[in-house]
């Protein structure tokens, strides 16, 4: 007797779909197959893609900004993951400066997150970091944190780390991620909304990223979070193409394919800004184009109300980020279709060393959506703590129905039955 069974739907077996069902017991799938099993509870997903539960790499819940705190805390964070399918996500430590503030980073990301409905992993931050690298690495390993996170800008912050540690940290066996625009090129203080873009320019995000290419060419495993530009992702593709997927990796976030820069100046544009910002329709277009080099979608899920988006008239004065993990899949499903699916699935497991996640086969977690690409639906405000959505009014094709999170269901027809996430060890 299994505890659930996912019959009849179409599912996703390593890039190819079959006609068949989906056997889950004590948590992990148990069997794939064709024969009718008996099972405490059946799903029915005829007509309905059965996928593997999504992994969203990059969130920032409760992020603490000082005067502002991104509005999604791990709860309510968590639940519109499970509405939008995602059932691990990754989320950040504080950035730390010294190898001895990390375990105690580490530990209080980790208290905080327990309140997750799905599983989580979490990177480690760095600031403008001046400690031991070998500790550091050391820390991260026993606390089963399989990656670090740099800044290569905001040293007004004191969050840019220097690229000689950089470099000293590609010689370790560790991801390192890195927010990737150059100090520089870029101009903290700005006051105009509509020209935001130009304060942090495409140039500014291609010279740091040609630069940690070219030392992660001889050594390491480099993952670049949010590459904004399709411009960017054509010179890696050029100069950097053999590393690709091998030991280069490049994520991009839905909002980079679906807005662009001419909405900051309209009204309200501050609702839109981010960092890096939206790009030009341009470079929209090319990023479309080079969707194929593009190893996973992350959302970079830091949502503010709309009052604080609109509190402060000053563009540097306005909190960054917006939310989008309840729709990221089918923003980006209504664009590429099937090609998307390894970008949220098989292609995170494998970067960051999620062994059970990412595919449906014996033995890995029952972490399960069952999506139907049949219907459209229109956005609304959604389930975040957040007032707003950026995408409200969009049309996507299909819609997640079910999802399913360590063999039990979690969301069902838009109803939440809460869960219990574990934090999974890299
Ligand atoms: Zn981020």
Redesign the pocket.
């Known amino acids: 007797m299994f505890d659930l069974g996912i019959v009849k739907g179409k599912v996703y077996l390593d890039g190819k779909f079959a006609e068949t069902n989906v056997y889950i017991r004590d948590g992990s799938i148990e069997k794939v197959s064709d024969e009718e099993l008996d099972c405490e509870r059946t799903l029915d997903a005829k007509g309905r893609l059965v996928l593997p539960g999504f992994i969203d790499p990059?969130v920032?819940f409760s992020l603490d900004l000082g005067e502002f705190s991104s509005r999604d805390d791990f709860e309510s964070g968590s639940r519109a993951a499970a509405f939008g399918g995602v059932t691990t996500f990754l989320d950040f430590t504080r950035p730390i400066h010294n190898h001895d503030e990390a375990l105690e980073a580490i530990r209080e990301r980790k208290k905080e997150a327990v309140k997750s409905c799905v599983d989580y992993s979490l990177h480690l931050t760095l600031g403008n970091f001046s400690g031991d690298v070998e500790k550091l690495v050391g820390i991260c390993r026993e606390e089963g944190l399989g990656s670090i996170k740099v800044f290569t800008a905001y040293s007004e912050s004191n969050r840019r780390c220097s690229y000689e540690v950089i470099e000293r940290i590609l010689k370790k066996d560790i991801l390192l991620m890195s927010?990737s625009e150059e100090d520089e090129l870029v101009s903290p203080v700005w006051d105009e909304v509509a020209t935001y873009e130009e304060s942090r320019p495409v140039e500014a995000e291609m010279t740091a990223v040609e630069r940690l290419c070219i030392s992660a060419s001889s050594k390491g495993r480099l993952y670049i979070?949010?590459v904004s530009s399709g411009s960017t992702v054509e010179m890696v593709k050029d100069k950097f193409g053999q590393f690709l997927n091998r030991s280069i990796f490049l994520e991009s976030c839905p909002h980079y394919f679906n807005l662009s820069s001419d909405l900051y100046g309209k009204e309200n544009g501050r609702i839109y800004l981010m960092a890096p910002p939206l790009r030009s329709k341009d470079e929209v277009k090319k990023m479309k184009e080079n969707i194929g080099f593009l190893s996973t979608v992350g959302t970079?899920h830091?949502p503010f109300m709309k009052e604080e988006k609109l509190k402060y008239e000053r563009a540097d004065k306005v909190p960054k980020g917006i939310g989008s993990i309840e729709y990221s899949f089918s923003l980006m499903y209504t664009l590429f279709g099937n090609e998307i699916i390894p970008k949220f699935t098989s292609s995170p497991a494998e970067i960051f060393g999620l062994r059970k996640k990412g595919r449906i086969a014996e033995g890995f977690d029952g972490d399960i959506v069952v999506y139907d690409e049949n219907i459209s639906r229109e956005i609304d405000g959604g389930v975040s703590k957040c007032d707003y959505s950026v995408y409200e009014g969009k049309e996507t094709r299909g819609k997640v129905v079910t999802t399913i999170s360590g063999g039990r269901i979690i969301m069902d027809d838009g109803t939440f039955y809460g869960g219990r996430g574990r934090f999974i060890r890299r």
């Open positions: 990059h920032h927010h979070v949010h970079d830091c």
